[in-house]
């Protein structure tokens, strides 16, 4: 173990103090926009420790070079890139600084380690290597040269470093799948109340109607309204038409969002963590997403994955679909692949395993209060009966239309008959 120093993680996500949750721009910058990342990591945090102990962090927007350099070499036992989804085609890649990670890579001097680097794409992937912007291109080959093993989601990312001429690859899932330990098992239920089921996003407002929503990231003002008390007079159509339909949650600390899974019988949806989360918490869950990344870790970790149900609104059809035997037949294997990626790589030797020192306190993230306002409720309850009047009043009138047109219809049918006679 390398001293008494705090691990770096780059792209954590986690958030370890009330101060980082006390305005909705900290909050949506320290989340990284979407509490999944930080699952990552604090799933990482755990099997390595075996509790959540305090990380140095840098937001994958703010590199800062300088001074994060001289914090990660002088005050770090390693760095550790949580890089998720990095491997992106021109047309969707992140938004950030290249060359300033470039940079940061090529100067960090304590050891480097790539845990779970993947793809994403919304179209083929055949060709996914050609279509790699060059600074991409340079920050994988840098971080290939200053590690012995990268740990990758899937087949197909390994196949695309393959062809950028990066080989020392170890396909590993991701490391919030085996956040349990061994013998993790899920259990499918004969029945299910369809009421207590729970979904990963807002991703379709017939199925989602009544039941709760995690609104898990991408979505600051939705985040606002419900933390910061934002009004509901102000918000985009389509996020009004969410809180209209649905009991929207979102979480701060991930063992809240764990507990809070666990109460339910299903769980659906376009989020990969977020069906990762429920897993972990005992609830069967789905992804309906069509994108590559999800695909390539559903089909690895034998997550139950129907694209084709993406605007299904029969969850019960959706649930019957959903088979777990293979991916508890195959979980302790992928699980041990994982712990011995963790040794090889050097990971689990130079930040884990041991007494922990005592400068690496615990921590618990705070949880942020998620509930609609007093104002806002009243907004949204007279809204509601104002679609209900005119939803009857819609009702009245297709009456009328249909007594109308039956004796429209009786009248010309007369008219025909007197016609032949």
Known sequence: MCGYRHPCFLHGGIVTSEREINSIDSLYNNLTENIGNGYILYSLLIELFGKTVMPYQVLLSKPDVQ????????????????????????????????????????????????????????????????????ELVKILKVAADKTELI?????????????????????IGCPSFFKNGPDRFIEKKDKIDLNNVIFTSE??????????????????ELWDVLCFDKSVKDIQPY???????????????????????????????????GAIVALNSGTPAVCVHNDA?????????????????????????IYDACDYTEMNKNYNKLYYNFEDFLVKSGLRNTVGGGAIPSLLQEFHSPDIKCELS???????????????????????????????GFKIAVKRKKEVKNKRD
């Open 67 to 134: 001074n994060n350099l001289k914090v990660i070499n002088e005050k770090c036992s390693c760095a550790v890139l949580l890089l998720q989804d990095f491997i992106r085609p021109r047309e969707i890649q992140f938004d950030i600084d290249y060359d300033a990670w470039y940079e940061l890579l090529s100067k960090i001097e304590v050891p480097l380690f790539f845990p779970s680097l993947g793809i994403n794409s919304f179209d083929e992937i055949n060709d996914l290597d050609k279509r790699l912007s060059p």
């Open 151 to 171: 740990g990758v989601r899937g087949y197909e990312t390994q196949e695309v470093l393959h062809k950028l001429g990066i080989d020392n690859v170890r396909v």
């Open 203 to 220: 991703f379709n407002i017939d199925i989602v109607k009544n039941r709760h929503v995690v609104i898990q990231g991408n979505n600051k």
């Open 239 to 273: 996020n009004l038409e969410v809180l209209l339909n649905s009991k929207p949650v979102m979480f701060s600390n991930n063992q809240s969002w764990e507990t809070y899974l666990s109460k339910f019988d299903f769980c659906a949806g376009v989020r990969l963590h």
């Open 293 to 317: 990344r999800t695909k390539e870790l559903c089909s690895y970790l034998k997550i139950p994955y129907f694209p084709e149900y993406l605007y299904e609104s029969d969850i019960q059809k």
């Open 374 to 404: 007093p104002a806002n409720k009243r907004i949204l309850f007279f809204e509601k009966l104002k679609l209900n009047i005119l939803s009857k009043k819609k009702t009245k009138t297709h009456r009328i239309f249909r007594i109308l």
